[in-house]
């Protein structure tokens, strides 16, 4: 299919490493499933750091990141049925997938066997290159434009999209709840919410934090309790306590370390995605039936069921607002673990 073009403002990445600049992008023009919107905030993921340095790899430069997107539908093709003009939505880190695999018709379009088309720097069905909600609209197909329940805070909804999707599907397919000890590993933007998220279910908390900074902070956020992982009696002391450790650090850590920490059948879930490798050994999973393994985000269904329960249980990021020329300032503070506990764009700034 293809497409009329309209240009709108973004903040992009013009190189590997290089600090984001004011540009112009493309976008779309509404097609018949198409959903456009005046983007209100966006969030700043430490994926889009990993992403603009090349950590994953080469990238299609310039690169507009953007995941957390919480705007107002400003006009809505003519076969949209879900979302209509005025309605305040959100779009998360996918914006296609083929609808039709039995991933896409699991719920789990994010692993789309035909691939999932990502908000910015993919490749997107028409062969456009996607760019991301750092920008002051974009186009969207509606199938991927999730509803924002009132009475969440619209900034601090934003951080939701990624941050709390990512948190949320794991926590849920492990079986977080009531009589069920959750560990998370960094108290950043992933992390926090995944606090607030698993003391929701009704888990009981822990946090795992390189140092005590953030002690009073997790308190507040729902932790039950909290160890410096800088403290070697900290895999003493826990040792074979958890039945879910959710890892969203952002760097490398030993791995061996934390499953030790976990009860028998228990499991380590990696959601952080450094580009380097873990090493596991076989002895840190088989003596205790553990296991080691991953999620990435979640489908559609299931992150409107995560807005639906934050909105439920008053649920928001913690949030700094900034303005758009804050943003390499910001990537500097998130890198140095500086994020209290989500940089969230206010995209009225982006002028
Ligand atoms: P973030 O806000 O920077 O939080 C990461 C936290 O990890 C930091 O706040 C820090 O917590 C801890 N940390 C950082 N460097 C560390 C180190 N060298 N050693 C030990 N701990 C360290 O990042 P985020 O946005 O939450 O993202 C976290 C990771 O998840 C990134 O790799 C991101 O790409 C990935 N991610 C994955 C998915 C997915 O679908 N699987 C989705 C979104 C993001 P403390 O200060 O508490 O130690
Ligand atoms: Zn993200
Ligand atoms: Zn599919």
Known sequence: MSYTRTEVIAHAAPASGEPL???TIERREVGA??????IEYAGICHSDIHTVRGDWGPQPYPVVPGHEIVGIVTEVGSAVTRHEVGQRVGVG???NACRECVACLGGDEQFCLNGSVGTYAARDRDGSTTQGGYSTHVVVDEHFVLS??????????????????????????????PGKKVAV?????LGHMGVKIAHALGAEVTVLSQSLKKQEDAERLGADDYH??????????????????????????????????????????????PP?????????LIYGRKSFSGSMIGGIAETQE??????????????????????NEAYERVLASDVRYRFVIDASTIV
């Open 276 to 284: 380097s490798a873990f090493e596991v050994s076989p002895m840190a």
């Open 93 to 95: 880190c996918l914006v």
């Open 228 to 273: 410096a992982t800088s403290d070697p009696a900290t895999f003493e002391v826990l040792a074979g306590r958890f039945d879910i450790i959710i890892n969203t650090v952002s760097a490398s850590i030993d791995a061996n370390a934390y499953l030790g920490l976990l009860a028998v059948g228990g499991a380590m879930v990696n959601v952080g995605a």
């Open 148 to 177: 924002v329940p009132e009475g969440l805070d619209p900034a601090a909804a934003a951080p939701l999209l990624c941050a709390g999707i990512t948190t949320y599907s794991p926590l849920r397919h492990w079986g977080a709840g």
């Open 185 to 189: 590993v960094g108290l950043g933007g």
């Open 306 to 327: 995560m807005l639906d329960f934050c909105a439920e249980h008053g649920i928001g990021s913690e949030i700094e607002v900034i303005a758009a020329d804050a943003i």
């Open 21 to 23: 600049v004011r540009t």
């Open 33 to 38: 499933n198409d959903v456009l919107i005046s």
